[in-house]
């Protein structure tokens, strides 16, 4: 039933598109990237090479997700309980306007549990990767999503807020539809909730 509720909220939508300057979205109708692959896209105009700021938040300190930028680098927070997974360009990204990727392909692995590889992609040329066996099963967070900034306490390791200094157009979410979820422990989770 908890499953069927947060559905009925998203409407089984699988693409998303957020603009700058919205307000807080609370976890229930955010993008649901539990246990499956997606791309986060963020289109920018970097004004400065140390730009810095987030693209995208959702979550806390206990945990979530942050897309954002540090000292002109981009970065991808994946917060799993406290344990923070980053991915970091080497370079600096230069100014002028760019496409920002951070892609997450979900695979079973031939011990038959679930990893992740979660990879940076600037103008469409990827820049960085990591492979994690920690994704995010059960929850992301009760927390929701900020597009811009960072409100609360902050998901990564910076200052909440942590606005963006360059100019963010937009940012979309698209997710593959290999979603596969712990349904009781779904259940267990918004029980305890």
């Given at each position: 039933r908890f499953a069927e509720n947060a559905?009925?909220?998203?409407?089984?939508?699988?693409?998303?598109?957020?603009?700058p300057g919205m307000g807080h979205?609370?976890?229930?109708?955010?993008?649901?990237?539990?246990?499956?692959s997606y791309l986060i896209t963020a289109l920018v105009d970097i004004l400065s090479s140390v730009d810095e700021g987030v693209l995208v938040a959702h979550g806390?300190?206990?945990?979530?997700?942050?897309?954002y930028m540090e000292k002109g680098h981009l970065v991808?927070?994946?917060?799993?309980?406290?344990?923070?997974?980053?991915?970091?360009?080497?370079?600096?990204?230069e100014p002028g306007h760019h496409e920002l990727q951070f892609r997450m392909q979900r695979y079973v692995s031939d011990s038959g549990g679930t990893k992740g590889v979660a990879s940076l992609w600037v103008d469409a040329v990827e820049v960085a990767r990591m492979e994690t066996d920690?994704?995010?099963?059960?929850?992301i967070s009760w927390s929701g999503l900020d597009v811009g900034f960072d409100r609360?306490?902050?998901?990564?390791?910076?200052?909440?807020?942590?606005?963006?200094?360059?100019?963010?157009?937009?940012v979309t979410v698209d997710l593959d539809v290999d979603q596969e979820l712990d349904h009781d422990g779904v259940g267990r989770i918004e029980m305890a909730r």
């Amino acid at each position: 039933r908890f499953a069927e509720n947060a559905e009925r909220h998203r409407g089984g939508r699988t693409y998303y598109t957020f603009w700058p300057g919205m307000g807080h979205l609370p976890s229930d109708v955010a993008p649901d990237l539990r246990s499956r692959s997606y791309l986060i896209t963020a289109l920018v105009d970097i004004l400065s090479s140390v730009d810095e700021g987030v693209l995208v938040a959702h979550g806390d300190a206990t945990g979530g997700y942050s897309f954002y930028m540090e000292k002109g680098h981009l970065v991808h927070d994946l917060n799993v309980g406290g344990q923070h997974q980053l991915v970091i360009s080497p370079e600096v990204i230069e100014p002028g306007h760019h496409e920002l990727q951070f892609r997450m392909q979900r695979y079973v692995s031939d011990s038959g549990g679930t990893k992740g590889v979660a990879s940076l992609w600037v103008d469409a040329v990827e820049v960085a990767r990591m492979e994690t066996d920690r994704i995010f099963w059960l929850m992301i967070s009760w927390s929701g999503l900020d597009v811009g900034f960072d409100r609360g306490t902050a998901v990564g390791n910076y200052a909440s807020p942590y606005p963006f200094t360059g100019k963010l157009l937009k940012v979309t979410v698209d997710l593959d539809v290999d979603q596969e979820l712990d349904h009781d422990g779904v259940g267990r989770i918004e029980m305890a909730r």
